[in-house]
């Protein structure tokens, strides 16, 4: 099975890497993962302020400090995985990044808002529920 592992860098994270690593239909053989990150694009105004070099660095940081401790914690549990980020909205990168790379499945944590608040402030994993045609187990 080809599987997405949505991350942020959250606790919310953490719990889905904790669900994936003791549970080891999840993690045994037979399965090929990526960790993937979106990086929030940086305001037009301020990205013009800084300049190209400071914002690619930004944004190299920024996915550096979600994705190495994500590593760690694979590799020591015996996961291999491939690593990606990109820049841009979450929900809908994390749908576009596994459509296109025909994924069997979108793994992401969830803070599990209700219903009512999910409808005021929306969330990044109800927007991937939305958007995305891969099924998704969202680990709370």
Not at 6 to 23: C, E, F
Not at 82 to 87: A, D, L, S, T, V
Not at 101 to 116: I, K, N, T
Request: neutral net charge; proline residues 4%; aromatic residues 8%.
């Amino acid at each position: 099975m080809k599987i997405l592992l949505a991350v942020d860098g959250s606790d919310y994270t953490a719990r889905m890497l904790s669900y994936l690593t003791t549970h080891k239909e999840w993690a045994g053989a037979g399965h090929e993962f990526t960790v993937f990150h979106v990086v929030l694009p940086v305001p037009h105004r301020a990205a013009a302020f800084a300049g190209p070099e400071i914002v690619h660095g930004y944004y190299e940081d920024d996915a550096r400090m979600v994705l190495e401790p994500v590593r760690g914690m694979l590799t020591r549990n015996g996961i291999e995985a491939r690593f990606e980020h990109r820049i841009g909205h979450p929900a809908e990168e994390i749908a576009a990044f596994a459509q296109k790379g025909r994924f069997d499945l979108v793994m992401m944590g969830s803070r599990g808002h209700g219903a009512l608040t999910n409808l005021v402030l929306g969330s990044v994993a109800t927007k991937v529920l939305a958007a995305c045609t891969v099924p998704v187990l969202l680990v709370r």
